[in-house]
């Protein structure tokens, strides 16, 4: 059982190129998430998608687009990437809101 | 609006001491509380968690109690491990899932 699997587990671009980060879930899950971690700031959340369909802004969403695509995939897109995007990137998904969150393995991502 | 406010770390313990890490929350309603771990170079993966007032979370030696009239949700463990070397996040289960900050834990032996 895969879980959640988030592709490509590290990239580097630079200043103003664009890219996709991609997830998917094999849980049958409702709800799908994106987060980025930087050292000392904790798990933000960027954009959430609490069911196939809707998509909701969280804590940090400018300069980022997502695509719930279908109830398994949830695409992370970074339109002009920045150094202050320079991060590591996770999907997460959940049966329904608010209950427990499985994590993929992380996107290294490093914009110069 | 939702959030979780979490002891700031490093937190630095010998082998077989006692921790405590405190977490509080601030919430519309009773939502779920939880407990995450990351080990080194890994995702975030759920420690415990509890869903209603009371409710004591357990796992791995680590237990936290939901306690709505202090709105804490503290982590504590009687004798940790080496191995318990990790970052820890307490979460609250809202439509839009939050995180605190993260403790550092480092365990010496």
């Known amino acids: 059982n895969a879980g959640v699997t988030q592709t490509p587990k590290f990239q580097v671009l630079k200043t103003g190129q664009s890219m996709t980060l991609q997830c998917a879930q094999d849980m049958n899950h409702n709800s799908m998430y994106w987060y980025r971690q930087d050292p000392g700031m904790g798990l933000r959340l960027i954009y959430y998608?609490?069911?196939?369909?809707?998509?909701d802004k969280g804590e940090v969403p400018n300069g980022y687009n997502v695509s719930r695509l279908n109830k398994r995939e949830f695409s992370l897109r970074l339109e002009s990437a920045a150094p202050s995007q320079t991060s590591v990137y996770f999907c997460?998904?959940?049966?329904?809101?608010?209950?427990?969150?499985?994590f993929g393995e992380g996107s290294w991502l490093t914009v110069v | 609006g939702n959030s979780v406010t979490q002891m700031e770390g490093p937190v630095t313990l010998s082998e077989e001491a006692f921790l405590t890490i405190n977490c509080t929350y601030t919430?519309?309603?009773?939502?779920?509380l939880f407990w995450y771990v990351q080990y080194p170079g890994e995702g975030l993966q759920l420690l415990l968690k509890a869903t209603k007032a009371d409710d004591k979370g357990s796992n791995k030696g680590f237990e936290a109690t939901y306690r709505k009239e202090t709105t804490s949700f503290h982590l504590e463990k009687g004798s940790v491990q080496v191995s318990d070397s990790a970052v820890y996040f307490c979460a609250l289960g809202a439509t839009d899932m939050r995180f605190g900050a993260g403790t550092r834990l480092t365990v010496k032996p």
């Open positions: 997460a998904s959940s049966v329904e809101s608010g209950n427990t969150i499985y």
């Open positions: 998608s609490a069911s196939e369909g809707t998509t």
């Open positions: 919430a519309t309603g009773y939502p779920s």
